[in-house]
């Protein structure tokens, strides 16, 4: 039912409500609120707080008084009270004051408090009679001319339009669950009588939410069964192994096996490596290309950054060339003649490996016959892009990689339909990473101490949050950090980098600074991803409590990466106690998994996906990281499910599927 048929919404207010995804009165219903105003949760007058909102019960002890001020506004004044305390109510330029308040009779009244200790006042407070307040109202997402009032009216007038809803869970299954029907829960969600009515309107919803969205991820897994146009001998590639300067892990054994089982399989290979930074990606990726490109089939590794394209390129092209496999890199910053030139040899065959920026998504780059693609660090890249790259092979093999270690429960949630491998080991050899926090005034000895790694060869990062000095912010910048180091390193050869340089110049940077010339290397977050140079050995975090505790593990896997012992030194003048207790628990805590299920705790999902990454639909009212056993429940009965969707009491649930994923899918490639 389009939401014109709302009376008082007319065109305009319709695309309003567009704006908030609700271009029907079904929409509509399913905008819920944002946070409720206990109307019933009123409190003594002598309680309240001034400066804060509060709600008030008081009874009007005499009518309204009007003052005409400049202007020909008027002011309108009473004082209410509740029995043992008074405050007095004013009101600008309402005209119905005086009849809508009457002495003797009570009210409650919420606002702003104002005043002093011995006068309170309200300035304009809402209120409703006694009796008939709605002891919660809702507070919706409002937007540019729409308020949270106006949602509130036409919610009740959706709600009376529509009392016959199809509800997408059948009466058996939420008799099983427990689970109240959808027309109540809408009622419960928007109005409810109390909090106990609430829990159990959000209970059901978040339950179907959870429920439809694990249905439509098992749908895509289904669907995506297309049979192996790219075989591959499977077992070991014990050719590869022979081209490496290195043994590798058990763990990284173990991930190779795993893929090349599935590209020997029956259907295309659909796989997520999961290993903490440092634990070997890159070997693993280089495995399976050796492996498509000696079965005659070209491959395609995807990196979110140019530094780190180039980097791959250069380490397995020096690897894979000698083995007679052809690489190339695309980057955006390539010159057109060679690009184009690539692009021709790579649609002939006769580049075997393409590894590259997401240049590689450019229309023009084509493959001849593309059996593997491989995005490493996948969490970096938008949702779309990951799906271009895999829509230029048909039914290519599908390898994510990523550092991003998350819990189990939302692994399945957010890779709903992807094997994972797990490097849960790291290379022989590796050093202990000491970490330390410190404040500012220790700045200097850290830097002497950063100068003892430095002539004793080694290099190491700066990290600052920003690049330029922001006057409103007080952090350290790369602007000012610049002339504080070159005061405390005389003669030491620095360099500056951050996102807002060029890519040739970044990639000139880091040039110097993996050949070793460079010897400190000052940054912003930039480094984060994937940088590897084995001889830098120490870290300084400027700011340390500007960042989420998974970045600060990223970054940190830039140094212990060889055979120095290595340090990270956080600095931080923060004195908020939560702050510094996430700061040491990173500080004592090496395992990934581990600051992963903290972060996941102190921050909730979103923040932990980055902005909306996962690529999984928006959800509307359940939250993975607070309702992980709704999840849990809806997981286990999607299990169940599935296999009877086609059933016509499931009509309507499989409406709902299609509704919410009418978007495309989005979620792994
Ligand atoms: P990440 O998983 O963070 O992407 P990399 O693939 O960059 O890790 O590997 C980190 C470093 O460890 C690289 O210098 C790489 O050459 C080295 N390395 C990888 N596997 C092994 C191994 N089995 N033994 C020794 N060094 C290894
Ligand atoms: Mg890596």
Same mark, same amino acid.
């Given at each position: 039912m389009d939401i014109e048929a709302l009376k008082g919404v007319g065109p305009k207010k319709a695309s309003l409500y567009e704006k908030l995804g609700a271009s029907t009165v079904e929409a509509l219903l399913r905008l819920y609120p944002r946070a409720y105003e206990d109307w019933g949760a009123y409190i003594p007058i002598a309680e309240t707080t001034l400066n804060e909102t509060a709600t008030v019960r008081a009874r009007v002890l005499h009518k309204p008084t009007t003052t005409r001020i400049r202007g020909g506004m008027a002011l309108y004044k009473t004082t209410v009270t509740d029995g043992v305390d008074g405050m007095e109510l004013t009101f600008f330029n309402n005209r119905y004051i005086p009849n809508l308040l009457r002495e003797g009779h009570t009210y409650v009244f919420r606002g702003r408090v104002t005043g002093s200790f011995f006068k309170r006042e309200m300035l304009s407070p809402e209120f409703v009679a006694e009796g008939k307040e709605k002891a919660i109202l809702p507070v919706y997402p409002a937007t540019q001319g729409l308020t949270s009032r106006t949602i509130c009216k036409d919610m009740e007038q959706a709600l009376s339009l529509l009392p016959t809803l199809c509800d997408p869970l059948p009466d058996a299954l939420r008799e099983k669950y427990g689970l109240i029907g959808l027309q109540e829960a809408l009622r419960g969600i928007h109005f409810p009588p109390s909090m106990e009515e609430l829990a159990k309107a959000k209970a059901r919803l978040v339950f179907e939410e959870f429920l439809v969205l694990q249905l439509g991820l098992m749908q895509i897994k289904s669907g995506r069964k297309q049979s192996n146009l790219h075989p591959v001998p499977g077992g070991f590639p014990e050719g590869f192994a022979e081209l490496l300067p290195f043994r590798l892990t058990g763990a990284q054994r173990q991930a190779i096996t795993e893929a090349m089982e599935d590209m020997a399989g029956p259907s295309p290979m659909n796989r997520l490596v999961q290993g903490d930074v440092? @634990?070997?990606?890159t070997a693993v990726a280089a495995a399976l290309c050796w492996a498509v490109a000696k079965a005659g089939y070209q491959a395609a590794l995807m990196a979110p950054t140019e530094i780190l394209a180039v980097q791959h390129f250069e380490s397995l092209s020096g690897l894979l060339a000698p083995a007679g496999i052809r690489c190339a890199l695309f980057t955006g910053s390539m010159p057109a003649a060679r690009r184009r030139e690539q692009q021709e040899r790579l649609a002939s065959g006769e580049i075997d490996l393409a590894i590259g920026t997401?240049? =590689? =998504? @450019? %229309?023009?780059?084509?493959?001849?016959? =593309?059996g593997l693609v491989i995005t490493d %660090?996948?969490?970096?890249?938008?949702v779309n892009q990951r799906s271009a790259l895999a829509e230029k092979g048909a039914s290519a093999h599908l390898l994510v990689m990523s550092a991003t270690p998350i819990p189990r429960t939302l692994a399945l949630m957010v890779y709903g339909d992807l094997d994972i491998s797990v490097l849960n080991e790291l290379p022989p050899g590796r050093q202990e990473i000491d970490t330390y926090l410190i404040d500012s005034p220790k700045r200097q000895r850290a830097f002497r101490y950063i100068q003892k790694h430095l002539d004793e060869g080694r290099q190491g990062y700066l990290i600052c949050p920003l690049v330029e000095d922001e006057p409103d912010l007080p952090l350290m910048s790369l602007e000012k950090y610049q002339g504080i180091v070159a005061q405390a390193f005389p003669g030491v050869k620095t360099a500056v980098i951050h996102g807002k340089l060029k890519n040739a110049e970044k990639e000139q940077i880091m040039a110097g600074f993996a050949s070793g010339e460079t010897k400190l290397l000052l940054a912003?977050?930039?480094? %984060?991803?994937?940088?590897?140079? +084995?001889?830098?050995?120490i870290m300084l975090i400027e700011n340390?409590?500007?960042?989420?505790l998974s970045q600060l593990h990223q970054l940190r896997g830039r140094i212990g990466r060889g055979k120095h012992k290595s340090t990270c030194i956080l600095l931080t003048d923060a004195q908020n106690d939560s702050t510094l207790e996430r700061l040491r628990l990173f500080r004592d805590t090496r395992d990934g998994f581990k600051i992963a299920d903290a972060d996941l705790k102190l921050r909730g999902p979103g923040d932990f996906f980055g902005?909306?990454?996962?690529?999984? +639909?928006?959800?509307?009212?359940?939250?993975m990281a607070s309702d992980m056993d709704a999840l849990r429940a809806a997981q286990m009965c999607a299990q169940r499910l599935f296999p009877h969707l086609q059933e016509p009491c499931y009509g309507n649930l499989s409406k709902e599927i299609r509704r919410l994923f009418k978007d495309g899918v989005q979620v792994t490639l």
């Open positions: 440092g @634990s070997g990606k997401h240049a =590689l =998504l @450019s %229309e023009k780059v084509a493959f001849r016959d =593309l %660090e996948q969490h970096r890249f938008g912003t977050t930039v480094v %984060e991803v994937g940088v590897d140079v +084995p001889n830098a050995a340390a409590e500007r960042y989420g902005a909306r990454q996962h690529g999984l +639909p928006q959800l509307k009212i359940a939250d």
